[in-house]
Structures are given as structure tokens and as C-alpha cells.
């Protein structure tokens, strides 16, 4: 504590401010140095009597405080808003990084936060009591907050560049010299210990980590013409040392990656681990989320243990990408030719689709000889005159067609249709495995967009009949309607473009009632999410209750429900009323 009012507040780690015994606060920065070394030497020096007369008992404590500056090892409080729930609220430990100004966190904590970093801001408190330290370390510690208290489902996890880098590490096929092997356990072994600081010189420390864990190798899996480790056998050691001098773990637990993508007998259709040692299965999404590796090591060892796991998985998966790379690019998007020339022919299957379901909708044969433009007209006709009701008919069983040519045209071109197969396909290691992205994202781009809806409806229809001026009116083709064939590896047309731009904005719509504005989301039928300072009030509701809520609220207009909530409208106020039982 010296050192730091030595220090002052331009050198770290230094102090501030010294506040004296009777409530004076003084300024470090407007002291010289010869003065600050001198008041430094009275910290420890006290009164003889209570401060200002009073009691020992009742008065300040007797001593100086210095307000220093934050130095490794202290215990913070750290917050991003909102607030949603306990664990926004977490406990870590501060390593302070010379000329940095910025916060960095681990990556494992961005779902807790639910933290990104394209310029969040978080709030940091310090504990300035030792009751608050004390349960910062042991209640608030980011370690204990590893299950949401809600539902008791992990939310803690690696995301991203270390789901790829454990799919390649623990894939069959992956196999490492002793060099490699002995590098990436020496990295995510080595500083999984806490170090204790040490004071070598003045103004300096040092980590020192005074007694760690055993590293014990295992025998390679292959020895002759050289000796050669799998990946597999890299989890294994890790295991051995997280749990050493602990019993071992036995676990079985499904993977994220389907069996047509590894094979049907490729042995990688479920993860085993038998008393510490990684028989088969790949380190996907699924081992960081519910009943996977670390939920089992935090249920059977305790959230320390987890947390530690983290640690080290994340250290060996950043030591292994950074071994083995990962680009995507252009080849990992292309179609074998077979498959694009099946994508083409069954694209060609919606030019005649729109006559045909128009046909079905207004009652004649499909299989008879058409009369196009009395079809059409009659179409026209009906919607003019039925409005949404027979538009709505009309987009269903039109949509319901397109949805099927869709499907097929991605089944067959997923995962088989590919240039390059799983996993040497980059992009399909992303999507399938869970790490950035999925399904939709790789048929979008390398497929078709399909038919694009607004508000649960295809493109809608101007007065005159037509969706855009391009086209005809009342024009029965599916372009025509939102139906994208084309994909972003080809590039768009300029009214599919329009078309998906359209697509891309729906959901969002702001309904004013009264003075309360709600959020109203499209895309997920009757979700309202409502003012958060809003009060709503609360029944519980069941067939006997309803006559009564009915008759209090007589002039209730529901405006939609969601799961086993119904949420009503009234005087300017929202009701949620919560259904215990569904009836017929």
C-alpha cells in the first residue's frame, strides 16, 4: 500500500486519493514526490485517542484508507444491461493489461451476458467491504453461475472457432506426431493452476505458479513407421488431469451431426467416455449444452471443475486451429454437376405450377386441356370479391406446392449434391456441427432463397393486380408471387431482390394503444412482447375460471396467446392470463 501512494496516480499500480482519520481526502496527484513518500510512511501510524471525540466503539475506524488503483486478483462485479436474469450479475477476477481500454472477457460468458462485441458496454463494480469479496468469490463467481437457476439448464459454453476446432480435433481421421501431441497438452494443461504473486522487485510482480497437477501422456495409437496420437487421445489426457486424484467419469451422450454426414457405420453417431477415455464420438454444440461433457463434469465434480474444463478446452481448441487453419471459400459452395443440372430441372417445375394451382382453386381438372385466360379471371374475380379470405386459400395452396419442390431440390442437393463432402467443406462444418449459422444460411447460398412471405402471407397485390410493375396483372407465375429460385452464389435478379429485401423487414411493426407502445414480432404468430415497466395483472386460469374472468373484463379484446399465455387488451392495460389446462 505504500508503493501505491508512492506511486500516485500516474504509475501502476498506484493510488488516487488517501482519506485521513478524520474524513479528509487527500489528492495524490497535486503532491510531489518527496510528500507522497512521506504520507506513505504515516499509513499505518494512528491516533491515540477516537476520532472527534467519540467512542471507539461508535466512531470511524481508526486508520488511514487509501483509494488504489485496481491491480490482478481483485474480485469484480461485472453487469451488461438488461439485466434479465441472476446470472446478468457475475463475479471475476481482474487482470489489469498495461495501455489497454478496453474490456475483454472469455467467450464461454457471452451467453450469460448475452454479450457480443460489436461495441457493448458493460458496468464493472469492485467490492470495497470484505463481506461483498466474499461473496463475489464464492456466490456471484462466474464459475458458480454455470446452470440458469430458472430451469437448471446450462448456459455457459464455448461457441464458434472452438466447436470447429473440436469437431477436426476429435474427428477419426485426425491423427498427431509426438511433437504435436505434447504441444497442445502442454498448452491447455500448463496454466490451468492459479498463480500466486510474488514481489521479486519494487513496483514489479511476478506469477508464480508454486505446485500443479501431473500431466501423465498416454501410449500413441499407432507406433510403427512412427509413433502417432489421435485427437481422441488428447481429450483423454485432459480428462486424466482435470480428475486426477478423483474417480473417473463414464458418459453417453448424443451428438449434434447426423448419421448420414459421418455414415451410417462410421462409429461417430453418439459420444462415449469410459472412465476418463474418449472411445468414440466428436466434441460438437451438443457436449456444451444440456447432459454433454462439461454438464456432466459440473453435475459430478462440482461448477469449479467446469469452469476449469472450459478453460482448458478453450486454450487447446485456440492451439489446435491455429495448427491446423480454417479458410472457407468458394469450392466449399459449388453443386457437383449431377446435382446442378437436378436443381435446374425441377426449378423448371414452377413455371407451369402457378396455372396449375389456379386451376385446382377455382374447381377445374388440372389434367384437362386449360383455358388460362378464363382462369385468370376468375381468379381476379373471386379475390375482388371474397378479399383476404380467398387470397388467403390461394397463397396457402400455392405455397404448400412450392414448399415441396423446395424440400426435394435441398434434399437432393444436401449433403450429397456438394463439391466437397463433409467435413472437408468448411461451410457444412459451421452449419451442421453447430457453430455460426445453419441449414437455411448454406441452402440460401449455394440453393435457392424459396418463396418469400410477409406477415405469414406470399407478396402481396396492388389495386391493379400486380405484385411489382414488371409484371403482368394477376399474374399466375410464381416469380411473380415472392418465389426466389435463384441463390446468392449466382446472385439475384433485381425483383427477387426487392422481393427478399421486402422478406427481410417483415416482422417488425409498432401498434400504439392508448399511451403504451407495443412491440409486436410477425414471425412468431401472436408474440407480443410487452413494455417491460408495464404491471400486467395475473390469474390462474382454468374451464371453472372462465366465466368469472370474462365477466370482469366484459369488454377484454384478445389479441393473441403464446404457449400457455393469452394476452388481452383493456382500457390501455394488458392482461395475461395463464392456462393451466387446454380444454377441446
Request: hydrophobic share 35%; aromatic share 8%.
Amino acid at each position: 500500500m505504500r508503493d501505491a501512494v508512492e506511486n500516485g496516480p500516474l504509475i501502476h499500480p498506484g493510488a488516487t486519493h488517501v482519506e485521513d482519520e478524520e474524513g479528509r481526502i487527500i489528492s495524490l496527484a497535486t503532491l510531489a514526490k518527496f510528500k507522497r513518500t512521506a504520507l506513505a510512511k504515516t499509513l499505518l501510524s494512528t491516533p491515540g485517542t477516537a476520532v472527534r471525540g467519540v467512542s471507539v466503539e461508535g466512531g470511524r475506524s481508526i486508520g488511514k484508507t487509501v483509494y488504489r488503483h485496481l491491480r490482478d486478483g481483485d474480485i469484480l462485479l461485472v453487469n451488461r444491461q438488461p439485466t434479465l436474469h441472476k446470472p446478468g450479475v457475475m463475479g471475476h477476477i481482474a487482470r489489469v493489461l498495461k495501455g489497454e481500454k478496453t474490456l475483454r472477457m472469455h467467450y464461454a460468458n457471452c451467453s450469460t451476458y448475452n454479450a457480443d462485441f460489436d461495441g457493448d458496454e458493460m458496468n464493472v463494480h469492485f467490492p470495497q467491504e470484505e463481506l461483498g469479496r466474499a461473496e463475489a468469490y464464492e456466490i456471484v463467481n462466474a464459475d458458480q453461475q454455470y446452470v440458469v437457476p430458472t430451469s437448471g439448464d446450462p448456459i455457459r459454453g464455448l461457441i464458434q472457432d472452438h466447436i470447429v476446432s473440436a469437431t477436426l480435433l476429435t474427428k477419426r481421421d485426425t491423427f498427431l506426431t509426438k511433437e504435436e501431441y505434447h504441444q497442445l497438452v502442454y498448452t491447455a494443461c500448463v496454466s490451468c493452476s492459479p498463480a500466486n504473486l510474488k514481489k521479486r522487485k519494487k513496483n514489479v510482480a511476478l506469477s508464480v505458479v508454486d505446485r500443479d497437477l501431473p500431466i501423465i501422456p498416454v501410449p500413441p495409437a499407432i507406433m510403427k513407421p512412427q509413433p502417432l496420437w489421435t485427437g481422441k487421445q488428447v481429450l483423454t489426457t485432459i480428462f486424466n488431469y482435470v480428475t486426477y486424484g478423483l474417480p473417473p467419469f463414464t458418459l453417453k451422450a448424443p451428438i449434434k451431426v447426423s448419421g448420414e454426414y459421418w455414415g451410417k457405420n462410421s462409429g461417430e453417431l453418439e459420444l462415449i467416455v469410459k472412465d476418463n477415455e474418449l472411445v468414440c464420438g466428436v466434441i460438437d454444440k451438443a457436449q456444451f449444452g444440456k447432459y454433454g461433457i462439461v454438464h456432466t463434469v459440473q453435475e459430478l465434480y462440482g461448477p469449479q471443475m467446469a469452469g476449469r474444463l472450459l478453460s482448458v478446452f478453450s486454450r487447446l481448441f485456440t492451439a489446435y486451429l491455429q495448427m491446423h487453419g480454417f479458410t472457407c471459400g468458394f469450392g466449399d459452395l459449388l453443386l457437383v454437376p449431377k446435382a446442378e443440372k437436378m436443381r435446374r430441372q425441377k426449378l423448371k417445375q414452377t413455371d407451369d405450377l402457378g396455372d396449375t394451382v389456379n386451376a385446382r382453386y377455382v374447381g377445374e381438372d388440372e389434367n384437362a386441356e386449360l383455358n388460362l385466360e378464363k382462369i385468370r379471371d376468375e381468379v381476379e374475380k373471386r379475390i375482388q370479391s371474397k378479399g383476404d379470405t380467398a387470397s388467403a386459400r390461394l397463397d396457402m395452396l400455392m405455397t404448400s406446392a412450392l414448399n415441396r419442390i423446395t424440400s426435394d431440390i435441398n434434399n437432393t442437393t444436401f449433403p450429397k449434391g456438394l463439391m466437397k463432402p463433409f467435413p472437408s467443406n468448411c461451410l457444412s462444418l459451421m452449419t451442421i456441427t453447430g457453430a455460426k449459422g445453419g441449414l437455411v444460411n448454406f441452402t440460401q447460398i449455394s440453393s435457392l432463397l424459396g418463396q418469400q412471405e410477409l406477415e405469414g402471407k406470399r407478396v402481396p397485390r396492388m389495386s391493379s393486380g400486380k405484385t411489382l410493375p414488371c409484371f403482368l396483372p394477376w399474374d399466375p407465375c410464381a416469380r411473380a408471387g415472392g418465389f426466389i429460385g435463384d441463390r446468392f452464389l449466382t446472385g439475384l435478379r433485381p425483383q427477387e431482390y426487392y422481393f427478399h429485401c421486402m422478406a427481410g423487414r417483415d416482422g417488425y411493426k409498432f401498434l400504439l394503444f392508448g399511451s403504451t407502445i407495443v412491440y409486436e414480432l410477425f414471425s412468431e404468430p401472436w408474440l407480443l412482447i410487452l413494455n417491460p415497466y408495464l404491471r400486467p395483472h395475473q390469474w390462474t386460469f382454468s374451464e371453472d375460471h372462465l366465466p368469472l374472468v370474462l365477466n370482469h373484463c366484459e369488454h377484454l379484446l384478445l389479441i393473441g396467446n403464446q404457449g400457455s399465455h393469452l394476452f388481452f387488451w383493456l382500457e390501455r392495460r394488458m392482461f395475461i392470463i395463464i392456462i393451466k389446462q387446454y380444454w377441446q
